[in-house]
């Protein structure tokens, strides 16, 4: 059995049958099975719930028996030693009903289809215009902002990089030089920043295997039928959206250790960021994974995948300092909650 199908078995435990917090943790820890050792912060990010929460869920799944610690690794972990996980299959496939129950989301609206998703004007925001929320906007405001000329010649570059990159594959393909005007450039312009160089790249290639040399302006009919192009690129993608939908940026508050200063963001992240997380709240308890995993929205995808690097090159910079504060961070958890029993409000 794969992570990817173990997870989706997760997913259709009933919350009736494990709570919500746990149920997450466990599909989190499913998607790495069957090498399961992430820190309890990188886990608790993939799960959706705080570090106290998610540490509590990880001792409620050992009490239940439905994970255990791998011989040779113990509870402590740390930075020095890496605490491995083990989950009973079996024990997991006990708790799954013969048809999934799909009671508590009755009455809720049904997420939008594929072609709905990407059915927007070129010209329109790729943040689907949705905007921050008053908090976060005054969290964003006691941050450093971000330079809007730097960001600005940043994501310039990025589609006139994509662009070349495209036209090479034209040239490549069709031996000749593909006819665009500087509005062209500019209709697609919002694709690229929205959905990412990857994503286009994949869809654009889908196009040049379908291209009837009678097409004049390849920009407008890739432009145009954009959807179409990236619903076919379905497999060059899958890694791509399995990161977007098993992975989240920071929030743009900052890091879980509130010791360390974060990097800042544009409002356009922000959104982005709130969008994601938005959907990710909705569709966390869905009993069809794959059903989710398939009609989850792109049209961010770039702007989200750029924050996950900068994350990861943004931890590595901080690396020690990161693995001091979470070990202090672990050894005050343990000796104020040795058992992990401790209630908290709201958690369930």
């Known amino acids: 059995m794969t992570?990817?199908?173990l997870a989706k078995l997760v997913g259709q435990i009933p919350t009736t049958v494990l709570p919500r917090a746990e149920r997450a943790v466990l599909r989190a820890m499913a998607?790495?099975?069957?090498?399961?050792w992430p820190s309890v912060p990188t886990l608790a990010k993939e799960a959706g719930y705080g570090a106290v929460q998610t540490r509590k869920a990880l001792n409620r799944l050992l009490n239940r028996k439905l994970i255990d610690v791998a011989p040779?690794?113990?509870r402590r972990g740390g930075h020095e030693?890496?605490?491995r996980y083990v989950i009973d299959?079996?024990?997991?496939k006990s708790l799954v009903p013969t048809k999934p129950d799909t009671s508590h989301r009755a009455g809720e609206r049904k997420p939008d289809t594929f072609e709905d998703e990407t059915r927007h004007s070129v010209a329109s925001s790729?943040?689907?215009?949705v905007g921050p929320s008053a908090e976060t906007r005054h969290k964003v405001s006691t941050n450093k902002p971000a330079t809007p000329n730097k960001t600005e010649n940043k994501t310039n570059n990025r589609v006139e990089k994509t662009l070349e990159s495209m036209l090479l594959l034209f040239d490549e393909k069709e031996g000749?030089?593909?006819?665009?005007?500087?509005?062209q450039r500019e209709n697609l312009a919002p694709i690229i920043v929205g959905y990412g160089p990857a994503f286009v790249i994949a869809a654009w290639k889908e196009y040049l295997k379908q291209r009837s040399g009678k097409q004049s302006w390849p920009l407008v009919e890739f432009t145009q039928n954009f959807a179409i192009y990236l619903k076919r690129a379905v497999h060059e993608t899958f890694e791509l959206r399995r990161e977007l939908f098993y992975r989240f940026p920071c929030p743009p508050e900052g890091y879980w250790l509130p010791e360390l200063e974060f990097y800042p963001h544009t409002p356009e992240e922000v959104a982005a960021i709130e969008t994601q997380r938005a959907w990710k709240r909705v569709h966390r308890d869905d009993p069809d994974i794959q059903k989710s995993f398939d009609e989850m929205p792109l049209n961010n995808a770039g702007i989200l995948l750029d924050l996950l690097d900068r994350d990861a090159a943004w931890e590595a910079e901080h690396k020690e300092e990161i693995e001091r504060l979470e070990d202090a961070w672990q050894k005050q958890q343990i000796k104020d909650d040795p058992d992990g029993t401790r209630y908290i409000p709201g958690e369930e």
Do not use: C, M, N, W
């Not at 998607?31 to 399961?36: A, E, G, N, T």
């Not at 790729?126 to 215009?129: A, I, N, Q, R």
């Not at 000749?176 to 509005?183: L, M």
């Open 176 to 183: 000749d030089v593909a006819a665009t005007t500087k509005q």
């Open 31 to 36: 998607d790495r099975y069957p090498k399961i």
């Open 72 to 74: 040779g690794s113990h």
């Open 126 to 129: 790729p943040t689907l215009g």
């Open 81 to 83: 030693v890496t605490t």
């Open 89 to 92: 299959v079996e024990a997991v």
């Open 3 to 5: 992570g990817f199908e």
